[in-house]
């Protein structure tokens, strides 16, 4: 491969579309795994409940806190995808694996804080079924935007 295909930019319109099909794939494996392990760990109504008085709109907050990491997160991996290890879908698996293991302490504080978990109506999410569920669901995520956005065989 060619210096210049392995530096390779990808359009913003496609590296946002790309985002916006993983964030998807994200919410389908939240439902899955809700349904599934019958663990509410739902990360709208978390992500809508860090903004003062957002947990009465969860649905539309969340929904929009959600597609704006998603797409956040898949420009940061097509601007450092050429160090990340892989190809295609197992490259973006690693991806959003590793933003899993780097972010995964922080629901120990969300536990703390978060008013929702405090006052019961949404589960602790710094334990055993909820962190597989965000392993499950990163993991949906990645492959997801490196089957779309990830580098392609030589």
Not at 79 to 84: A, D, F, G, M
């Amino acid at each position: 491969m060619s210096g210049n295909m392995a530096r390779e930019q990808v359009p913003l319109a496609r590296a946002i579309a790309g985002s916006v099909a993983a964030g998807a794939a994200y919410l389908a494996a939240q439902a899955a795994d809700m349904r599934l392990l019958g663990v509410p760990t739902n990360d709208l109504r978390l992500l809508a409940g860090m903004v003062p008085g957002g947990e009465g709109r969860w649905r539309s907050l969340g929904t929009l806190i959600h597609v704006t990491n998603s797409v956040a997160l898949g420009i940061a991996f097509t601007r450092v995808r050429n160090r990340v290890p892989g190809r295609g879908w197992r490259q973006g698996l690693l991806f959003a694996l590793a933003e899993n293991l780097v972010l995964g302490p922080l629901f120990l504080a969300i536990d703390r804080w978060h008013p929702a978990v405090r006052a019961g109506r949404l589960p602790r999410y710094g334990w055993g079924v909820p962190m597989l569920q965000q392993v499950l669901r990163h993991a949906a995520y990645g492959a997801v935007l490196g089957a779309v956005l990830g580098r392609r065989s030589a």
